[in-house]
């Protein structure tokens, strides 16, 4: 059972909350249209312009997903939604579905990736055959998906080769387009593997910047069945950690000691890849604002604190 395989904890340093302030200024968070319609207004718990992804749930109504955009910008916020490939019947819905994001909710940013379907709907398998569409083309900023701990649907046998080739793919086609890009990962719990991946980046040529992956507060249960289902693997060894004390079980994971972590390797190297943190709330909006209102500060602060 590799789940019961307990290490002895790594301490970290201490680090003054000023760096932590710095690395969650400008962060981005994920909802889901069902969840976000659970928030009277965003504006109680995010800062002016917070980039908001919407997450493109499988059999969730394109209506719906349009209409989450509308009202988030609205409501001050920045809304990028997913595009991914696998859940796209064809360029026909994907025009129609660019041209309702952009006329309904001035939707001018969005995150491409292949997406988690099996089987694609239509003939779009991968996020590189969106972008050849040439339908981005009023988009100022198209982010793409970055994996730390892998992608076996990418790189079946393992390694990352695919990865670092579609990566850099995808960097060449920002230069050439002139577009903003940044890769936004999947969630992770320890910052080693992180820290090797980005070092691994720029040892394949890729500069692209990383909004690094987090998962807000959560039961350690329900992170533990998010990081399997997701494929996130060396990380899985920071929960493990927190499995061995029984008087934790039942308080929720915060995601401080990664953060602070990253923050200590970003001040004592500039240049570290990861720029800004995008949560993922998997306990709860209210629970994952909380958290950075508690760590951010000033950078945090609400567009209309209560």
Sequence with gaps: MALLNFRRPIEQPALPPAHLSALLEGFSIEVMP?????????????????????????GTPNADMVATARR????GMEPVPHFPARSIAGRTELADLVARYEGDADVRA????????ATPRGGFDASRQLLETGLFARFTTLNVAGHPEGNRDIDPEGGE???????????DFARETGVDMAIVTQFAFDAAPVIDWTARLQDAGITLPVHLGIAGPAKLQTLIRFAIACGVGPSLSVLQKRARDVTKLLLPFEPTELATALAAHKAAHPDFAVTQLHLFPLGGIEAACAWTHAQGGAVARPATPS
């Design 161 to 171: 080769a695919r990865v670092m080739d579609a990566l850099r793919w995808k960097q």
């Design 34 to 58: 069902r969840t976000a319609q659970k928030i009277p207004d965003f504006r109680a718990l995010l800062p002016a312009r917070t980039r908001v992804y919407i997450a493109h749930i499988d």
């Design 110 to 117: 969005g995150l491409i990736l292949g997406g988690g379907v």
């Design 72 to 75: 988030l910008r609205a409501e």
